[in-house]
T-cell receptor, first 113, second 114 residues
């Protein structure tokens, strides 16, 4: 069974640009969550989607947004990039939500110049 | 809100010894706890989970202990191997039902000396 797939693995952008990251969950998983990982703040929750609806959101500015498609694939968008957005962005999927083990992809490393 | 802390940022053990990694949480209503292992360049890998109606759960070479009285969680790894070297995170579910979010601790780096 294929795991969670995130693309691209690496991205380099400049301040002010926008970026879209993609996540394909494990087959059959309908819940997709996104996390930001930085050395200083650790792993922080961004948002969770289930059946194309955002079900929960973390404490990030509105520049961070996401969506989920009918096949459960999810995208995350960050607009007006700032230097502080440099991080590893992780996607995790589970069958129905965060009351079950979430399985992570290997992330997208975003660097802002 | 919920906060999750780990007692030691780094733990160094000899190959073959047992390792114990600790975690503390703040919300007594927390009911779902997970341990993850993260190797360099990879995403967190699920190790074991436990719900609040249990005190102990065992997997292959790993045991998770939950002490709800003092809000403490630990991961025990038996006969630690070099392949166990990684960063270990505990995560606590904040919320109810199948919604909510996971709050992660800062991580403990486990170093296994051959």
């Amino acid at each position: 069974k294929a795991g969670v797939t995130q693309t691209p693995r690496y991205l380099i952008k400049t301040r002010g640009q926008q970026v879209t990251l993609s996540c394909s969950p494990i087959s059959g998983h309908r819940s997709v969550s996104w996390y930001q990982q930085t050395p200083g703040q650790g792993l922080q929750f961004l948002f969770e989607y289930f059946s194309e609806t955002q079900r929960n959101k973390g404490n990030f500015p509105g520049r961070f947004s996401g969506r989920q498609f009918s096949n459960s694939r999810s995208e995350m968008n960050v607009s007006t990039l700032e230097l502080g957005d440099s991080a590893l962005y992780l996607c995790a999927s589970s069958l129905t939500g965060v009351d079950q083990p979430q399985h992570f992809g290997d992330g997208t490393r975003l660097s802002i110049l | 809100g919920e906060s999750v802390g780990l007692h030691l940022p780094t733990l160094s053990v000899q190959e073959g010894d047992n390792s114990i990694i600790n975690c503390a949480y703040s919300n007594s209503a927390s009911d779902y706890f997970i341990w993850y292992k993260q190797e360099s360049g990879k995403g967190p890998q699920f190790i074991i989970d436990i719900r609040s109606n249990m005190d102990k759960r065992q997997g292959q070479r790993v045991t998770v202990l939950l002490n709800k009285t003092v809000k403490h969680l630990s991961l025990q790894i038996a006969a630690t191997q070099p392949g166990d070297s990684a960063v270990y995170f505990c995560a606590v579910r904040h919320g109810s039902g199948n919604t909510g979010k996971l709050i992660f601790g800062q991580g403990t780096t486990l170093q296994v000396k051959p």
